[in-house]
């Protein structure tokens, strides 16, 4: 880019100082310095637009607290997750000392109590896994419309 740019300026300096020899040469390298010049700063207008009204407010969206909350379900129902499957190797290791020794009653209401643990894990992983799913589905809704809004703004201003 920068070597580009060198050669524009060249070209324009080198047409700029022979226009008095009426040389071909000297007219041709003018119109492309000239060219490239006004290609980059309209490449860097854009690439400003760009940046002020596509990628600063998705950047927003993407920091935004509808995409925080999300996150934070999504790791709860990661933890809960975790919490799910250590219950049920509980269950397991209770159901395998109630076959390897006689069934005593601190026995059989442990493994009861963590079969009832286990199915209210289940039913809260349940519950949350679709809070979470819907809220990252809300989200991605929200910034697709945005972006759609945020670009179509662009587009219809640069017709305008």
Known sequence: MEIARKLAEDCCKYGVENQSDNSCVARAALQFGTSHDLMENERETLLGILRDQVSEPLRALINGAPLEDARHLTHRYDKLRHEV??????????????????????????????????????????????EATAAMLSVESQQQQMTYQILFAMVDAEKT
């Open 85 to 130: 499957e250590a219950q049920a190797a509980e269950v397991f290791r209770h159901r395998s000392k109630i076959r390897e020794s006689d069934i005593s009653a601190e026995s059989a209401v442990k493994l009861r109590n963590a079969e009832a643990r286990l199915t209210e894990l289940k039913s809260t992983i349940m519950a949350l896994g679709r």
